[in-house]
T-cell receptor, first 114, second 109 residues
Framework: DGGITQSPKYLFRKEGQNVTLSCEQN?????MYWYRQDPGQGLRLIYY???????QKGDIAEGYSVSREKKESFPLTVTSAQKNPTAFYLC?????????????FGEGSWLTVV | QQPVQSPQAVILREGEDAVINCSSS?????VHWYRQKHGEAPVFLMI?????EQKGHDKISASFNEKKQQSSLYLTASQLSYSGTYFC??????????FGTGTSLTVIP
């Protein structure tokens, strides 16, 4: 079945550590996105990528980094510069060629700082 | 860039109706509606692409105004399973997606 796989589902980070959240899709979508969701809040765009080896900052990119070396993979690194990283992270993708298409989401990753 | 949703929260009894609004200061390429249960990924409900468009399935429908700056989601004869947080997703340029702040909907028996 086609879809988006995020891992891990739950992750704990110590102060000062970098952590990487994985996002893999087998939908052959060009565009991929990372969103952050705080409790009771909406989704805020961190980074997005429309093509391999290219990505753009969203509204809250500070303290995060991404790479897009393969079409199907878009990992997100939460660096130690992100002062308040505890949140629910969602990866998404869509087929830009067909325009206005459905956004598919992964199951999300919970990150907690301990 | 983030669209504005209203109301922020609503509580309904089973069988009652609700309307959730989503507004943007700019014309949009499309608008998407999603429902999210706590700790889960948002689930796609529907997409509207054309000004003046209305669509729906079962007892959930949505409209997109002529200027493509406002959309409304209509839930009629609400069921317990409708509970969750509803988000509109907007696409101002055809390649970026921004989501509203969400509307928490609680249906009680």
């Amino acid at each position: 079945d086609g879809g988006i796989t995020q891992s891990p589902k739950y992750l704990f980070r110590k102060e000062g550590q970098n952590v990487t959240l994985s996002c893999e899709q087998n939908l052959n979508h060009d565009a991929m996105y990372w969103y952050r969701q705080d409790p009771g809040q909406g989704l805020r765009l961190i980074y997005y990528s429309q093509i391999v080896n290219d990505f753009q900052k969203g509204d809250i990119a500070e303290g995060y980094s991404v790479s897009r070396e393969k079409k199907e993979s878009f990992p997100l690194t939460v660096t130690s510069a992100q002062k308040n990283p505890t949140a629910f992270y969602l990866c998404a993708s869509t087929d830009l060629e067909r325009g206005g298409n459905t956004i598919y989401f992964g199951e999300g990753s919970w990150l907690t700082v301990v | 860039q983030q669209p504005v949703q209203s109301p922020q929260a609503v509580i309904l009894r089973e069988g009652e109706d609700a309307v959730i609004n989503c507004s943007s200061s700019k014309a949009l390429y499309s608008v998407h509606w999603y429902r999210q249960k706590h700790g889960e990924a948002p689930v796609f409900l529907m997409i509207l692409l054309k000004g003046g468009e209305q669509k729906g399935h079962d007892k959930i429908s949505a409209s997109f105004n002529e200027k493509k700056q406002q959309s409304s989601l209509y839930l009629t004869a609400s069921q317990l399973s409708y509970s969750g947080t509803y988000f509109c997703g907007t696409d101002p340029s055809g390649n970026q997606f921004y989501f509203g702040t969400g509307t928490s909907l609680t249906v009680i028996p």
